[in-house]
Nanobody, 123 residues
Framework: EVQLVESGGGLVQAGGSLRLSCAVS????????IGWFRQVPGEEREGVSC????????YYADSVKGRFTISIDNGDNTVSLEMNSLGPEDTALYYC????????????????WGQGTEVTVSS
């Protein structure tokens, strides 16, 4: 069974950086993607970034492009999200999701999720 475990969340001051990790296990085939999503209470979950396991192609939401970087450590199947120049608007519960689909897929199409890691950016 696919398992995703997030870590790395915490409290950081505006302008600071944080690195989130998602440990992925259970996939048999290569053609899956891992996406980072975030959700604020009362708001819709939104895609932040996504990476194709097959070739490492990465995608970013406009709101984080240039500030966040997604990457894969193929040795231990860990996906990282390096977040720089953080602002209060980045405060949210961050989830990783993975599935055999395209990075263009919306969050509700993903069947596999981690439990989330909280990121709080103080102003």
């Amino acid at each position: 069974e696919v398992q995703l475990v997030e870590s790395g969340g915490g409290l950081v001051q505006a302008g600071g950086s944080l690195r989130l990790s998602c440990a992925v296990s259970g996939f048999t085939y290569d053609d899956y993607v891992i996406g980072w999503f975030r959700q604020v209470p009362g708001e819709e979950r939104e895609g932040v970034s996504c990476i194709q396991h097959r070739d490492g192609s990465a995608y970013y939401a406009d709101s984080v492009k240039g500030r966040f970087t997604i990457s894969i450590d193929n040795g231990d199947n860990t996906v990282s999200l390096e977040m720089n120049s953080l602002g209060p608007e980045d405060t949210a519960l961050y989830y990783c999701g993975a599935d055999y689909l395209s990075c263009r897929a919306n969050w509700y199409l993903f069947d596999n999720w981690g439990q989330g890691t909280e990121v709080t950016v103080s102003s």
